[in-house]
Each structure stands twice: as structure tokens, then as C-alpha cells.
């Protein structure tokens, strides 16, 4: 298969791609696969020879604690259009899981195509990087979230950021999306039990800023509800300029 086009998308969203770039892109030989639910998509502590993207569906990074058993924190969702594990292409190996948050599916990338493209495409390896660096910022940002807001407040910047990433490949509209994520796993992301988090979703709908019905997530009010997380998307750089 050819590249996923979220991913030209997420690229040209933060910079002008030349016609070279794009065919470049569209170039890479991709190897296609779906997962199901929590099923592990990159492992652990392997030498990497590929990585991956995201073509529909999220992922999560999921970091199993050291003397707990089946206790985990996750640390990162992907969403269409991420480039989940780049970092492994200079890495001897990940310290966590990569796994299927609901039904997904993803395009993986073998290094060797990433290698002819650092050699060859000087463009587009600051873009990869920039990626990368994109990733660091969301995980800063998760930090002060959780540092700085209470739970209502909390996971409605997670739902703010989440849209926004979505919407900025075309992935959602109208400010309606698909999450595919049980309380428990909301629990594990935001660091609250699920009660906790049962009452943040009921705290969102009963002030009117969502509506919330199985995997399927409406933003009612954006503009109440990203003033309650205190949302800034620059951390995401979706402003357009040469790299």
C-alpha cells in the first residue's frame, strides 16, 4: 500500500510540501495490518526494523508498572495520521507497549525506506523530526494537565486535544469523533480511579458541554469547554511555516 494520506496531511497542516516531497512520500512501500482491541501492535523491548502509522482507529502507549502485575499507565494516544513509534527508528528498542485502543489499523514503514529518505530528502527529515518533537510536546503538555487541573477540567483538555488532532487531518468534523476508550483506560490516562472518572463525564454532560454516548464523543460547547481546560493548541503546531 501507499502512505496514508492523514499523514501527508498531518505534514502539509505544518508546512508547504514541493511536488517532490509529496511523490516521495506516496513512494514509501507500505505493509497494512488491523488489530483488535488491546492487542499489541509494536512490543516492547525488540530491536525495531519498521515502524508505524496510524491509518484508522488510536493506539496507546502502555508502560506496565516494574513489582505490580497487571497495573499499567498509559502515556500517549495516536490517532490517524501519527507517526506512533518514529522514535524507534534511532532507538535500540522501546520501554513500552504500543497497543490497539478498540479496532484499528496501521501502515507500517521498514527502515531501510526512512534511512533512503534522511540520505535523500534533507525536507522531509526535518519534518519526521519535527514529528517527533510534536510528540515530546503532548507529553509535556499531559504533564501540566495533570499537574495543574481537576478532574472535570482534565479530561476535558484531553477531549479538546484530542478533537483538535483529529480534525486537523480530517478525521473528525463538526466536533464530533469516535473514542474508543473504556473508563478504565480513561482512568489509566488521566491518573484517577474510574469512579472519578465516571463523575468527570457526568460533570462535562450535566453542564452542557458534551454529549457522550458509547465510543461516539459531540463537543456541544467549545468555547466553554476548552475555557474549562484551559486548551491552547501551540503546543500542537498546526501554524504552517517553512521548516
Known amino acids: 500500500m501507499a502512505i496514508t494520506e492523514y499523514f501527508v496531511r498531518y505534514l502539509q497542516r505544518r508546512d508547504l510540501l514541493s511536488e517532490c516531497d509529496i511523490a516521495c512520500l506516496r513512494a514509501i512501500p507500505t505493509q497494512h495490518a488491523c488489530f483488535r482491541p488491546g492487542e499489541v501492535i509494536v512490543p516492547r523491548g525488540r530491536m525495531a526494523t519498521r515502524s508505524c502509522m496510524m491509518l484508522r482507529g488510536m493506539s ?18 495516536h490517532v490517524p495520521g501519527d507517526f506512533v513509534d518514529l522514535h524507534a527508528f534511532v532507538l535500540a528498542g522501546l520501554e513500552h507497549d504500543v497497543i490497539s485502543v478498540g479496532e484499528s489499523e496501521v501502515e507500517f514503514v521498514d527502515h531501510v525506506e526512512l534511512r533512503q529518505i534522511t540520505q535523500n530528502f534533507p525536507h522531509l527529515t526535518r519534518l519526521l523530526w519535527m514529528s517527533t518533537a510534536i510528540d515530546a510536546a503532548i507529553h509535556r503538555q499531559w504533564l501540566v494537565a495533570a499537574a495543574s487541573l481537576r478532574s472535570s477540567a482534565h ?29 478504565k483506560e480513561l482512568a489509566d490516562i488521566l491518573g484517577y480511579t474510574p469512579i472519578h472518572v465516571n463523575r468527570a463525564v457526568r460533570d462535562l454532560r450535566a453542564d452542557g458541554l458534551i454529549r457522550w454516548n458509547g465510543a461516539e464523543v459531540e463537543i456541544l460547547d467549545w468555547q466553554r469547554l476548552a475555557r474549562l481546560a484551559r486548551f491552547d493548541p501551540e503546543y500542537l503546531e498546526l501554524g504552517r511555516a517553512r521548516r
Open 60 to 77: 496507546a502507549r502502555q508502560h506496565e508498572l516494574v513489582g505490580r502485575p497487571g497495573e499499567r499507565v498509559i502515556t500517549a494516544l
Open 155 to 183: 479530561l476535558a483538555h484531553l477531549l479538546c486535544e484530542l478533537y483538535t488532532r483529529l480534525a486537523s487531518v480530517g478525521a473528525a468534523q463538526d466536533h464530533r469523533f469516535v473514542l474508543p476508550l473504556l473508563q
